[in-house]
């Protein structure tokens, strides 16, 4: 499998801003060839331990078959237009893809 996990830091990081980014992403981003699991959600609050990582708002999981099907999602039409129509407000976008097993 491959994960492809995303964290976007927003420009406006207002409660809507994210809930808006999260809705974009299962509008567009969900329902593509060969996922196999997909989440987006908000950063956690009340996780304040020092190894957590804090510099985000919204978060994008993905895990596709294999590296074919992330190829294809990522020249996908929903998914340039989720870009195209999200990125305005994206102060950072840091992406990190692995391979993984279950």
């Not at 509008?27 to 609050?45: D, S, W």
């Amino acid at each position: 499998m491959l994960a492809h996990i995303v964290y976007f830091t927003l420009k406006e990081n207002t409660e809507q801003a994210k809930q808006k980014l999260v809705d974009q992403c299962h509008r567009y981003l969900k329902e593509h060839p060969g996922v196999l699991f997909f989440a987006a959600g908000t950063l956690g609050e009340e996780f304040q331990r020092p190894v957590n990582d804090r510099d985000y708002d919204v978060s994008l999981h993905v895990y596709f078959k294999d590296k074919q099907a992330h190829d294809e999602y990522q020249s996908n039409d929903d998914h340039l237009t989720f870009i195209a129509q999200n990125k305005e407000n994206w102060e950072k976008v840091r992406v990190f893809d692995s391979y993984v097993t279950s």
